[in-house]
T-cell receptor, first 114, second 115 residues
C-alpha cells in the first residue's frame, strides 16, 4: 500500500529563517507522482507542485524549492527566507501513474513568527 | 479566486439523510476531483472524473457517488449520512486527465455537518 509520512507535526520559525518540511513516501510503483499542497488558515487548498518519478531534478520557484531523492524516497520542501504569509499546513501526497491510490500525508503545520 | 466554485458553502443535516454537493470547474478544465478532509481521516482523495467518465477512484464509500455532467460540472452525492461524514469536501479541476499531468485548482470547499 502507498504511504506518505510527514514526521514533523508542527514547526515554528522566525521570519526570514529557512525551513525544510520533510516528506517520505512508500510505493511499489515504478511510475508515480508526488505533490505538495498548502492550506493557509483561511482553509482553501493550494496546489504547489507535482513531480513524476522519472524527474529527479530539483525545482525552484521563487523562495520555494523541492528536493526529490528516489534513493531515500523523499520529496522535501524548503522555504527560503520564510515570511508570515507562509504560515499554513503543508501536505505532501503521492499517487500512482493514472491517479489511483492517491494518498496524502498527515500534514505539517508551519508557523512563521514575526 | 481559483475559478472553481462549490455550492453550498455550508450544509447542516441529520444522520440518515442524503445531500448533494455541487462543483463547477474552471472554464476549459475537463477533469474534476473530489477530496474529503476530516479531523479523523485527514485529507482523502475520493474520485476523479474526466470529460464525463470516471477516471480514478480513491477511498470513496459505497454510500457516496459522483458524476460529471455534459457541461462538466460535477455532483457528489452522499447518502445514509453518518456523524463521521462531517467534513470539508473539496473539489478541484485541471485541464487534462492524469492526476500527475496538470496543476489542480481547488474550490473553497463545502463544510458538511451531520448532526
Amino acid at each position: 500500500a502507498q504511504k506518505v509520512t510527514q514526521a514533523q507535526t508542527e514547526i515554528s520559525v522566525v521570519e526570514k529563517e529557512d525551513v525544510t518540511l520533510d516528506c517520505v513516501y512508500e510505493t511499489r510503483d515504478t511510475t508515480y507522482y508526488l505533490f505538495w499542497y498548502k492550506q493557509p488558515p483561511s482553509g482553501e487548498l493550494v496546489f504547489l507542485i507535482r513531480r513524476n518519478s522519472f524527474d529527479e531534478q530539483n525545482e525552484i520557484s521563487g523562495r520555494y524549492s523541492w528536493n526529490f531523492q528516489k534513493s531515500t524516497s523523499s520529496f522535501n520542501f524548503t522555504i527560503t527566507a520564510s515570511q508570515v504569509v507562509d504560515s499554513a499546513v503543508y501536505f505532501c501526497a503521492l499517487s500512482s501513474d493514472m491517479g489511483q491510490n492517491f494518498v496524502f500525508g498527515p500534514g505539517t503545520r508551519l508557523s512563521v513568527l514575526p | 479566486d481559483s475559478g472553481v466554485t462549490q455550492t453550498p458553502k455550508h450544509l447542516i443535516t441529520a444522520t440518515g439523510q442524503r445531500v448533494t454537493l455541487r462543483c463547477s470547474p474552471r472554464s476549459g478544465d475537463l477533469s474534476v476531483y473530489w477530496y474529503q478532509q476530516s479531523l479523523d481521516q485527514g485529507l482523502q482523495f475520493l474520485i476523479q472524473y474526466y470529460n464525463g467518465e470516471e477516471r480514478a477512484k480513491g477511498n470513496i464509500l459505497e454510500r457516496f457517488s459522483a458524476q460529471q455532467f455534459p457541461d462538466l460540472h460535477s455532483e457528489l452525492n452522499l447518502s445514509s449520512l453518518e456523524l463521521g461524514d462531517s467534513a470539508l469536501y473539496f473539489c478541484a479541476s485541471s485541464v487534462r486527465a492524469g492526476v500527475g499531468v496538470d496543476e489542480q485548482f481547488f474550490g473553497p470547499g463545502t463544510r458538511l455537518t451531520v448532526l
